[in-house]
């Protein structure tokens, strides 16, 4: 059974940083995406980043590119999101997501099977 578990999430003035995570277990397959979306009231979920494990490939969305990075640390089951120079508009609940396939360049499409539950990032002065 896989679980994914989001934590880092806050309240960060314009222009902060900020750095979320995502624990993932049950991950049994050889090959995996994890992927960051998120999700603003009114809005609809929104992908932000993904990385592919068979292709070693990352994805970013126009609004994350320059300022947000993925990462993962195999070795702890963890993957990351590091967002810096942070917008009010980037204000959303986040959450991580996976599946468990091999692909090329990963998709910020909302299809994956597994979520987590979902962090809330504020950004306001």
């Known amino acids: 059974q896989v679980q994914l578990v989001e934590s880092g999430g806050g309240l960060v003035q314009p222009g902060g940083s900020l750095t979320l995570s995502c624990a993932a277990s049950?991950?049994?397959?050889?090959?995996?995406?994890i992927a960051w979306f998120r999700q603003a009231p009114g809005k609809e979920r929104e992908g932000v980043s993904c990385?592919?494990?068979?292709?070693?490939?990352?994805n970013y969305a126009d609004s994350a590119k320059g300022r947000f990075t993925i990462s993962r640390d195999n070795a702890k089951n963890m993957a990351y999101l590091q967002m810096n120079n942070l917008k009010p508009e980037d204000s959303a609940v986040y959450y991580c997501?996976?599946?468990?396939?091999?692909?090329?360049?990963?998709?910020?499409?909302?299809?994956?099977?597994?979520w987590g539950q979902g962090t809330q990032v504020t950004v306001s002065s």
């Open positions: 990385f592919s494990s068979s292709s070693g490939r990352t």
């Open positions: 049950g991950f049994t397959a050889e090959y995996y995406v």
């Open positions: 997501a996976a599946d468990l396939v091999p692909a090329g360049l990963c998709v910020l499409s909302p299809t994956y099977d597994y």
